[in-house]
Structures are given as structure tokens and as C-alpha cells.
């Protein structure tokens, strides 16, 4: 049996990321961007104020106080989207709302709240004088041009994830659209004779199909999109269809049929159409697995066979489809988030395989705790929806018990 990193690495050594394409910026959240961003302007575009309140000479407000106002002369008023048309000249001032251009002769502004304008407006209406109460600064509340994007800088790294953040910069440039790489297509099928659509009656000895619904959600999750090929019965003939189905996918993810019993004609269907790179991982749930490749030349089509198991089916899916995806679609950084916890119950590790045991990660006093969610059988898929977390125990440990720290994998995250 191989290791979880030593299946991993087999895995992401057949994985190559996917070609760009271009779309609207709001569809690409989360892709990762094809090619650098340079900008053609200035953000902002010109001096501008970061408040509500006067545009003036600093030199016109030094010695202000409350007790002692400087009076200066209101000549104009300005509003965010216009252009000033008059020039702050000593002793004067121009009222100036937030986003608004800096006055020609202005080198600072001074908020309402520093002036006595509310108590003038109270008996005057129309100003024509205000009194400022605090000194400014030459380049108080001015927020200069380019001094967030100059024009010619590179503001976008290629390889950079598109977070909400990045669309609003790539808006802010004026982008409508962006190059960004795929996000792959994953061809999703069940397998089993037990297993019957989720919209049909259950009769006697059947099961609903779970597994196509865990690994579609996984793969949204993560940046996929998935095509459900539906079940596949246990034969020869209904595997071949259902995998042709999925040819022109970036990835087919399997269920069942990868284990050793007289049924599990999965591994043999595809070992038939391609080549079988790996089968079983040194780690419990998950054990029977199966990674290769379908087809030849430029027409493979990566495959990988997970448990039929449904705890089983979505633990495997975290450690090798996830990455893989990520992969695909550019992204660097692959590891799950993790943190250190105390096991708060006691963990057998009797085959020397890696166990990841379902946990609720909670945290008081600065420290992370964690508690089995119940029954760890790999059928029990409750223990997954209760889960935020996945505990590691190391192949080599025998045991831990309520105390010891170990790592756990934040599903959440």
C-alpha cells in the first residue's frame, strides 16, 4: 500500500492546469487570473478629498482652536463627479463633499466637524463665511492621484486568485472581462446494483444514490463543475457506457467498485481502457482506492476511484480530488487549513494506517479542542455532516489518548 503523500504526489504528477478563457469579471470569483494586470490610469484620478468638508490653504488655518476660529471666505462648493471651477486663493475656501476634486490653490482639507459650519447654517442658510477650529496640514484628508493604482503599475500578479477584492480593483480599471483558467469538468458516477435514484421509490435491499450528491457538492466547492453521469450498474456493458458518457471531461470521479470483492469490476473495466496508476492508500477511512488514466495520447482522461463507502467516498475526495482540482485550475497552494488540537477522547489505531477521525473543533481560552462526533464506521455519514474537522493519526501512532495534541484538517475552512 502507498502513502497518503506518496498517493498524492503520484496523483498530482498526472494533473496539468487547464487553458484560459475569458468572461465576465463577476464569473470569475475564485479563478485564477491567466495573465498580468497593468493599469492605464491613475486611481484616483485626481487629488481628491477623503471627507466632506473645506478644501483650503493649510497655511489659512494655523493657530485654530475652538476658542480661537480662523475665518475664511466661502467662493464655490464642489461635489463628488465635478470639476472645480474656482481657485482657493488666500483667505478663502470652498465647500467640498467626499470623492471630490482638490480645488486648484487648496493643499487641505478641513472636515465639517472642525469647522462651526452646523451653528452657522442654524442662523445663517447660505454660507458665506466659515470658521475653522483646528489647524490642518499640508496635505490633510487629500488622497492623491495614483496613490492607489499609478497608471503603468502592475496591480494584478499572474497566478493571482480572484477574490471579491480583486474583482472590485479589475472593475475599478475599467475591466468587464478577464483571462482567467478554467475551472474544470468532473464527470461524477456511482456505481452498484443497490443503488437507486434519489427521485425513486426505495424498494427492498436498495439504497439511495448519497455518493453523487457528496462528490457534486465537493466538486462546486472547490472550483469544479460537476456532470453526474448518474449509477452505473455492476457490469461490463453499463460501466462502458456510463465512462463514455464522460470522455469529454477534464476528470472522472467513480464511487464503488474499487474494493476486492466479486462485484468491484471497476478497477478491471478501467484497467482495460487505460492504465491503472495506483490501487489502495495506506489510510482508514479510505483505503480502496484507485488512481489511472483512461484512454491515450492527447485523449486521456483522468480517473480517480473512490470508495463506494460514503464517509469513505468524501474523506478520499478531500485528500487527492481536491488538490487535483486545485491544480487544474491553476492554484498554487493545495494544503488543507489545519490547526493544533487537544484530542479531547481516546483514538486506537490498530492496522498502522492513517486515520482521520470526524471531530467537532471548538476553542476556548485560546486553545483548539476536539471531540469525535460518534460512531467512526465508514458508513455512518452523519459523522461527516456533524464534522467541522478531520483528526490525523500518524500510521505510526498506536493510540492517543484525551489530552494529546494532534493536527486536524478544518473542512470549514
Given at each position: 500500500m502507498i502513502s497518503v503523500e506518496g498517493a498524492l504526489e503520484k496523483i498530482l504528477s498526472y494533473v496539468e492546469v487547464l487553458e484560459p478563457e475569458e468572461k465576465p469579471i463577476l464569473d470569475c470569483l475564485g479563478q485564477v487570473l491567466a495573465t498580468a494586470i497593468y493599469s492605464t490610469i491613475d486611481i484616483p484620478p485626481l487629488d481628491n478629498s477623503a471627507r466632506d468638508g473645506y478644501a483650503v490653504r493649510a497655511e489659512d488655518t494655523y493657530g485654530a482652536s475652538p476658542t480661537s476660529p480662523k475665518y475664511l471666505e466661502v467662493i464655490g462648493?464642489?461635489?463628488?463627479?465635478?470639476?472645480?471651477?474656482?481657485?482657493?486663493?488666500?483667505?478663502?475656501?470652498?465647500?467640498?463633499?467626499?470623492?471630490?476634486?482638490?480645488?486648484?490653490?487648496?493643499?487641505?482639507?478641513?472636515?465639517?466637524?472642525?469647522?462651526?459650519?452646523?451653528?452657522?447654517?442654524?442662523?445663517?442658510?447660505?454660507?458665506?463665511?466659515?470658521?475653522?477650529?483646528r489647524q490642518a496640514e499640508k496635505g490633510s484628508l487629500v488622497r492623491h492621484a495614483g496613490e492607489d493604482i499609478a497608471k503603468g503599475s502592475l496591480v494584478l500578479e499572474k497566478g493571482s486568485v480572484l477574490r471579491p477584492s480583486e474583482i472590485g480593483v479589475l472593475a475599478s480599471l475599467g475591466y468587464s472581462t478577464a483571462l482567467v483558467i478554467r475551472r474544470p469538468v468532473v464527470s461524477i458516477l456511482a456505481t452498484g446494483d443497490e443503488l437507486v435514484d434519489i427521485n425513486q421509490t426505495l424498494s427492498p435491499g436498495k439504497i439511495y444514490n448519497s455518493n453523487t450528491y457528496t462528490i457534486s457538492a465537493q466538486t462546486l466547492k472547490y472550483g469544479g463543475i460537476p456532470k453526474i453521469l448518474g449509477i452505473g450498474r455492476d457490469s461490463v456493458q453499463s460501466l462502458n457506457e456510463k465512462i463514455d458518457e464522460g470522455l469529454d471531461s477534464d476528470m472522472l470521479i467513480t464511487s464503488g467498485g474499487v474494493s476486492v470483492g466479486d462485484y468491484d469490476i471497476v478497477k478491471d473495466v478501467l484497467a482495460k481502457r487505460g492504465e491503472i496508476v495506483l490501487w489502495a492508500v495506506r489510510m482508514k477511512p479510505g483505503k480502496p482506492l484507485a488512481f489511472g488514466v483512461i484512454g491515450k495520447g492527447d485523449n486521456k482522461l483522468l480517473h480517480l476511484g473512490l470508495p463506494g463507502n460514503p464517509v469513505s467516498s468524501m474523506i478520499a475526495f478531500e485528500?487527492?480530488?481536491?488538490?487535483?482540482?486545485?491544480?487544474?485550475?491553476?492554484?498554487?497552494?493545495?494544503?488543507?487549513?489545519?490547526?493544533?488540537?487537544?484530542?479531547?477522547?481516546?483514538?486506537?489505531n490498530i492496522n498502522g494506517q492513517r486515520i482521520f477521525a470526524r471531530v467537532i473543533v471548538t476553542k476556548h481560552e485560546g486553545q483548539y479542542h476536539a471531540h469525535l462526533t460518534g460512531p467512526q464506521k465508514p458508513g455512518i455519514l452523519t459523522s461527516m455532516a456533524k464534522a467541522n474537522g478531520l483528526a490525523i493519526i500518524p500510521e505510526d501512532t498506536r493510540e492517543v489518548k484525551a489530552g494529546d495534541i494532534v493536527q486536524v484538517q478544518m473542512l470549514d475552512w
Amino acid at each position: 500500500m502507498i502513502s497518503v503523500e506518496g498517493a498524492l504526489e503520484k496523483i498530482l504528477s498526472y494533473v496539468e492546469v487547464l487553458e484560459p478563457e475569458e468572461k465576465p469579471i463577476l464569473d470569475c470569483l475564485g479563478q485564477v487570473l491567466a495573465t498580468a494586470i497593468y493599469s492605464t490610469i491613475d486611481i484616483p484620478p485626481l487629488d481628491n478629498s477623503a471627507r466632506d468638508g473645506y478644501a483650503v490653504r493649510a497655511e489659512d488655518t494655523y493657530g485654530a482652536s475652538p476658542t480661537s476660529p480662523k475665518y475664511l471666505e466661502v467662493i464655490g462648493q464642489v461635489a463628488a463627479g465635478y470639476l472645480p471651477d474656482t481657485e482657493v486663493r488666500p483667505g478663502t475656501a470652498v465647500r467640498i463633499m467626499t470623492g471630490a476634486p482638490i480645488p486648484k490653490g487648496a493643499d487641505a482639507v478641513v472636515q465639517f466637524e472642525d469647522t462651526d459650519e452646523v451653528t452657522r447654517k442654524s442662523s445663517q442658510g447660505e454660507l458665506s463665511q466659515i470658521g475653522i477650529l483646528r489647524q490642518a496640514e499640508k496635505g490633510s484628508l487629500v488622497r492623491h492621484a495614483g496613490e492607489d493604482i499609478a497608471k503603468g503599475s502592475l496591480v494584478l500578479e499572474k497566478g493571482s486568485v480572484l477574490r471579491p477584492s480583486e474583482i472590485g480593483v479589475l472593475a475599478s480599471l475599467g475591466y468587464s472581462t478577464a483571462l482567467v483558467i478554467r475551472r474544470p469538468v468532473v464527470s461524477i458516477l456511482a456505481t452498484g446494483d443497490e443503488l437507486v435514484d434519489i427521485n425513486q421509490t426505495l424498494s427492498p435491499g436498495k439504497i439511495y444514490n448519497s455518493n453523487t450528491y457528496t462528490i457534486s457538492a465537493q466538486t462546486l466547492k472547490y472550483g469544479g463543475i460537476p456532470k453526474i453521469l448518474g449509477i452505473g450498474r455492476d457490469s461490463v456493458q453499463s460501466l462502458n457506457e456510463k465512462i463514455d458518457e464522460g470522455l469529454d471531461s477534464d476528470m472522472l470521479i467513480t464511487s464503488g467498485g474499487v474494493s476486492v470483492g466479486d462485484y468491484d469490476i471497476v478497477k478491471d473495466v478501467l484497467a482495460k481502457r487505460g492504465e491503472i496508476v495506483l490501487w489502495a492508500v495506506r489510510m482508514k477511512p479510505g483505503k480502496p482506492l484507485a488512481f489511472g488514466v483512461i484512454g491515450k495520447g492527447d485523449n486521456k482522461l483522468l480517473h480517480l476511484g473512490l470508495p463506494g463507502n460514503p464517509v469513505s467516498s468524501m474523506i478520499a475526495f478531500e485528500q487527492f480530488a481536491r488538490p487535483a482540482i486545485l491544480k487544474m485550475m491553476g492554484k498554487k497552494n493545495l494544503d488543507k487549513p489545519s490547526v493544533q488540537a487537544v484530542m479531547e477522547n481516546d483514538v486506537k489505531n490498530i492496522n498502522g494506517q492513517r486515520i482521520f477521525a470526524r471531530v467537532i473543533v471548538t476553542k476556548h481560552e485560546g486553545q483548539y479542542h476536539a471531540h469525535l462526533t460518534g460512531p467512526q464506521k465508514p458508513g455512518i455519514l452523519t459523522s461527516m455532516a456533524k464534522a467541522n474537522g478531520l483528526a490525523i493519526i500518524p500510521e505510526d501512532t498506536r493510540e492517543v489518548k484525551a489530552g494529546d495534541i494532534v493536527q486536524v484538517q478544518m473542512l470549514d475552512w
